[in-house]
T-cell receptor
C-alpha cells in the first residue's frame, strides 16, 4: 500500500531561522511528489517534483526530490510568522492521476 | 481571481438529513476531485470526476455517498442520511491535463 511519512510532526522556530521538512514515500509507479501549505483553509500548491536532483525554488522556499532515497525535503529560509502553517507532502502514481496520497503534515509555528 | 469555489463554507445537519456540497472548478479545468479531511487526520481521496463521468471513486464510501459533475453547473458531493462520523472538512480540487491540483477552501460539515 502507498505510504507517505512526514517528519517532524511539528516544530517551533524563531523568525529568521531556517526550517527543513522531510517527506519519505513508498508508492508503486511513482509519477510526482507535491508540497502544499495549509493554513486555515485551502491547501495551497507550492511545488511539484518529478525529476530527481532538480531543486525547485520560489522565494525563500525550495524543494528537492531524491528518487533513490524515496524522499524529498522542503526548506524555508529566513522564516517569517506568515510561514506558520501545516505543510503537506503528497505523492501521485502514474496510474492514479489526481489521486494524491497525503502525509499527515508537519505543523510549523514561527514565533516573533 | 476565479479559483476553485466551494459552497457552503459551513454546513450543519442533523443525523439522518442530507448534505449537498457544491464545487465549481477553476476556469479552464475539466477535472474535479473530492477529498475529505477528518479531525486529526490527513487529506483522503474520495472521487475523481470529469464532465458527466466518474473516473475513479475508489475512495468513496460504498453507501450514502455520491458525486456528480454534470455538463452544466458545479460538481455536487451528496451525503444521504448523515451520521456523526461524516463530520469533516470536504475539499474540492480541480486541474487541467497534466497540471497539479488546486484546492478550494473546503466545506466544513458538522453533524449534530
Amino acid at each position: 500500500e502507498d505510504k507517505v511519512v512526514q517528519s517532524p510532526l511539528s516544530l517551533v522556530v524563531h523568525e529568521g531561522d531556517t526550517v527543513t521538512l522531510n517527506c519519505s514515500y513508498e508508492v508503486t509507479n511513482f509519477r510526482s511528489l507535491l508540497w502544499y501549505k495549509q493554513e486555515k483553509k485551502a491547501p495551497t500548491f507550492l511545488f511539484m517534483l518529478t525529476s530527481s536532483g532538480i531543486e525547485k525554488k520560489s522565494g525563500r522556499l525550495s524543494s528537492i526530490l531524491d528518487k533513490k532515497e524515496l524522499s524529498s525535503i522542503l526548506n524555508i529560509t529566513a522564516t517569517q510568522t506568515g510561514d506558520s502553517a501545516i505543510y503537506l507532502c503528497a505523492v501521485e502514481a502514474t496510474d492514479s492521476w489526481g489521486k494524491l496520497q497525503f502525509g499527515a503534515g508537519t505543523q510549523v509555528v514561527v514565533t516573533p | 481571481n476565479a479559483g476553485v469555489m466551494q459552497n457552503p463554507r459551513h454546513l450543519v445537519r442533523r443525523r439522518g438529513q442530507e448534505a449537498r456540497l457544491r464545487c465549481s472548478p477553476m476556469k479552464g479545468h475539466s477535472h474535479v476531485y473530492w477529498y475529505r479531511q477528518l479531525p486529526e487526520e490527513g487529506l483522503k481521496f474520495m472521487v475523481y470526476l470529469q464532465k458527466e463521468n466518474i473516473i475513479d471513486e475508489s475512495g468513496m464510501p460504498k453507501e450514502r455517498f455520491s458525486a456528480e459533475f454534470p455538463k452544466e453547473g458545479p460538481s455536487i458531493l451528496r451525503i444521504q442520511q448523515v451520521v456523526r462520523g461524516d463530520s469533516a472538512a470536504y475539499f474540492c480540487a480541480s486541474s487541467s491535463y497534466n497540471s497539479p491540483l488546486h484546492f478550494g477552501n473546503g466545506t466544513r460539515l458538522t453533524v449534530t
